[in-house]
């Protein structure tokens, strides 16, 4: 939308009125009467009527030159982002055969619908997800096993020996390569149990196998994206990587021996397509199957299954007897994968409502003409628009300023620049067209029929938490959906106040990353994400130690904290999804000299008990829980919620206290400094202890901090009388060990 002139007296009659009639006793006491029969309260009364019309063409003066200024610098509020996010269909009971599911299907978390970026053949097909993780120190009993196994068969326990155990990933959630024997995902496409019917096949699924034959498996992919550094080098853009992940089948025929009579299984290498980097950004990977022969199975001995490279042994009956093929997700040896989330018949979804041929209001033939579409906010670049004039149809072409279009009449004499006339141009978060007066763009003439086809998006409001978008009807029968992860990237409209702060800002940059304030103003500026603090370091790079402001020229650091982070509430992390928003956001905006470093900090944790004295007549819990309110948002890393924007000060000039924005860098944690912050909570008559810790360090006066350090309490103990030890804190901290899995010992020469 435009953005709106303040007035500069918005002051109306009455209010004059009651102003003035309120100084009276101040300036002459004597004055009692205030009713409107009196002469001088006549008085009020009339110089605030002049002074009412004064002040009104007062406020048109700098409304009408301010809009003009600012239609000049084409200063638009940044439009709203639309979540994104990825989906998987299961084929539970639909058919067997093809079955498509087309872009743009429907589905819905609650009333807001997302839709289909691509279509995909959801496979009739479930999925298993295995690692095979090391055993570093096996057992006693384990290796006398083994020896007893290689005795039977007169022969010696080879030195390479390996151990490792089979562990199930449910659900395809958190998947650590590194830590496997064979840096490999395993994945058991199994036949649906309605199918597993009798056949004449050895194992039941090689009609299942014929009609797979061909079709392509679509694999959704979302690697870790914890805090990570991204880089952008002067003169490049990011680099991603590229070719570190193969996914391969058996290959058929039977298993080919070494000379030792170990087995040396081949796998072919299937044809994966994307248009993402799957080590750092979400998406579907589209993989094409092979005839029915490469969808076939190795039938092993027992005490073959899942030596050296073979496929891990599933020993859940119910899963081994389904099993159609394995599909082996691998990387390099090198290479540090680590996915948050893996699932086969998966599709990217976007919040978005789609709006087909809206019918505007009717051309009137007048100049700068304006349309308003219904829903608003509407996603930029989404519109189109067609009219209908005698029976005629025009398509119309978007472009940023209508006054770059040609003439509406040719001019004699002037050149054919071959630019188009039918333009107009789309205000995203206002959802309003504009349209040319007859010089500069063609006008919609006189009852000329419009209508608009575009995406509107809730924004924000889209970002949902994983298992809320369901089914709706455009899925198929037989056929449920569901979004393993929360979506991500909803970003509401800028808001005026925000836009408004950046318009000097504007007039001085244009938009050009060169001084610190302007990384900080455009920085802020970045669609798509929720920025809650942001701190500058020029001439730094966290490559060189110690992190000090002017050690690295030519770089510049930016340490970026999201405003809000549901698995870390108290110490938000900026994950790789919001740093790439922002590299993608100040890329082009950099000069090509420098080096641009977009981090997140680097928590230290640190343990606190607290010892207090409770004052009489208060409650012990309400005080305690006040005392940790206090610490918690003395040593908070973002700025109190209720706080201002400060971080945007008009024009250039001192900066807000550091202070202001949380926790300073740099600054070390002392123990007397929590001890002060206690003592200001209500309640609190003193102070009897402080204990401050590092990890599992014993206790100190103070903790330094250093770089892009920031505190992050791991834990947080306020009692009445002496603090709790800090070793009774850390075990009342500690989250409870699991139990260790049964290790499958695997006979396996290399794993």
């Known amino acids: ?40 309260v006549t008085l009020i009364q009339l110089f605030a009527y002049i002074t009412e019309s004064l002040l009104y063409r007062t406020n048109q003066i700098p409304e009408r030159n301010r809009a003009k200024f600012l239609q000049l610098l084409g200063v638009p509020l940044a439009p709203a982002q639309e979540a994104r996010g990825l989906v998987a269909f299961a084929n539970g009971r639909g058919p067997t055969e093809s079955l498509v599911v087309p872009r743009g299907t429907e589905v819905f978390a609650g009333a807001l619908p997302f839709r289909t970026a691509t279509s995909l053949d959801v496979l009739p097909l479930e999925a298993r997800f295995y690692v095979r993780r090391p055993i570093i120190s096996p057992t006693q009993e384990q290796q006398d096993y083994y020896a007893l196994l290689y005795a039977s068969y007169d022969k010696p326990v080879p030195q390479t020996l390996a151990l490792y155990e089979t562990v199930e990933v449910v659900g395809g959630g958190g998947v650590d390569l590194a830590e496997t024997v064979d840096h490999s995902l395993w994945v058991a496409l199994l036949g649906r149990t309605m199918d597993n019917v009798p056949a004449k096949d050895r194992d039941g699924w090689d009609d299942l196998r014929s009609k797979l034959a061909g079709r392509t498996l679509s694999l959704g992919m979302k690697p870790d994206q914890g805090a990570d550094q991204i880089v952008a080098r002067p003169g490049t853009p990011p680099a991603l990587s590229d070719g570190l992940l193969r996914f391969e089948l058996p290959s058929p025929g039977p298993i080919a021996l070494d000379a030792n009579g170990s087995p040396m299984p081949s796998y072919t290498r299937v044809a994966a397509r994307a248009d993402f980097d799957p080590l750092s950004q979400p998406g579907i990977i589209e993989l094409a199957l092979p005839a029915a022969a490469g969808l076939d199975l190795w039938h092993l001995d027992p005490l073959e299954a899942g030596v050296g490279d073979l496929p891990p042994v599933a020993d859940a009956p119910d899963v081994a007897a389904r099993i ?143 298992g809320a978008l369901k089914g709706g009807s455009m899925v198929p029968e037989g056929v449920t959906v569901t979004n393993p992860v929360p979506t991500w990237g909803g970003a509401d409209a800028e808001s005026v106040a925000a836009a408004e702060t950046q318009i000097p800002r504007f007039i001085t940059h244009r938009d050009r990353l060169v001084t610190a304030e302007d990384f900080r103003a455009i920085t802020w500026r970045t669609p798509g994400v929720s920025i809650g603090r942001i701190e500058i370091l020029p001439a730094a790079h966290p490559d060189v130690v110690p992190l000090t402001i002017g050690s690295a020229p030519g770089a510049v650091t930016l340490m970026v904290i999201p405003i809000r982070d549901p698995a870390h509430p108290d110490a938000p992390r900026a994950d790789r999804p919001f740093l790439n928003t922002l590299c993608n956001y100040l890329d082009p905006r950099r000069l090509v000299t420098t080096e641009l470093v977009l981090r997140g900090p680097d928590y230290v944790g640190i343990w606190i008990s607290i010892g207090i004295e409770v004052a009489g007549g208060r409650a012990v819990a309400e005080v305690v829980e006040a005392v940790k309110t206090q610490i918690k948002a003395f040593l908070r890393p973002l700025p109190a919620p209720d706080t201002p924007m400060p971080q945007l000060p008009m024009l250039y000039g001192p900066d807000i206290d550091p202070a202001l924005r949380g926790w300073p860098l740099a600054q070390a944690v002392h123990a007397r400094s929590l001890q002060a912050a206690a003592a200001r909570a209500a309640g609190v008559v003193s102070v009897e202890d402080v204990l401050l810790a590092q990890g599992s360090g014993a206790a100190v006066d103070s903790i330094a901090l250093s770089g892009l350090e920031l505190p992050e309490i791991l834990g947080l103990s306020v009692v009445a009388g002496s603090p709790l030890s800090l070793d009774a804190l850390r075990g009342a901290t500690t989250p409870s060990q699991t139990a260790p899995r049964l290790p499958v010992p695997i006979l396996a020469e290399t794993c």
């Not at 918005?10 to 009276?24: G, K, M, P, S, W």
């Not at 680590?338 to 505007?360: C, M, P, Y």
């Open 1 to 40: 939308m435009p953005l709106p002139a303040p007035a500069t007296d918005n002051r109306r009659y009455q209010a004059l009125v009651d102003e003035l009639v309120a100084r009276i006793p101040s300036h002459t006491p004597e004055w009692t009467n205030f009713n409107d029969s009196d002469p001088g």
């Open 324 to 466: 159609v093929t394995w599909l082996r997700i691998r990387s390099g040896s090198t290479t540090d994968v680590k996915l948050d989330w893996v699932g086969i018949n998966a599709a990217q979804v976007r919040q978005q409502l789609l709006i087909s041929a809206e019918q505007l209001a009717p051309g009137d033939n007048t100049p700068d003409q304006v349309r308003q579409l219904r829903q608003t906010p509407v996603l930029a670049g989404s519109v189109t628009l067609t009219s209908i004039e005698n029976n005629t149809r025009h398509d119309w072409t978007a472009i940023d300023d209508v006054r770059a279009a040609g003439p509406e009449v040719a001019i004699p004499g002037a050149p054919d620049m071959g630019d188009p006339l039918a333009v107009f141009s789309c205000d995203a978060e206002a959802g309003t067209l504009s349209f040319g007066d007859g010089f500069t763009g063609r006008r919609p003439k006189l009852d000329e029929a419009l209508y608009a086809s575009y995406a509107s998006t809730a924004g924000a409001a889209g970002n949902v938490n994983a």
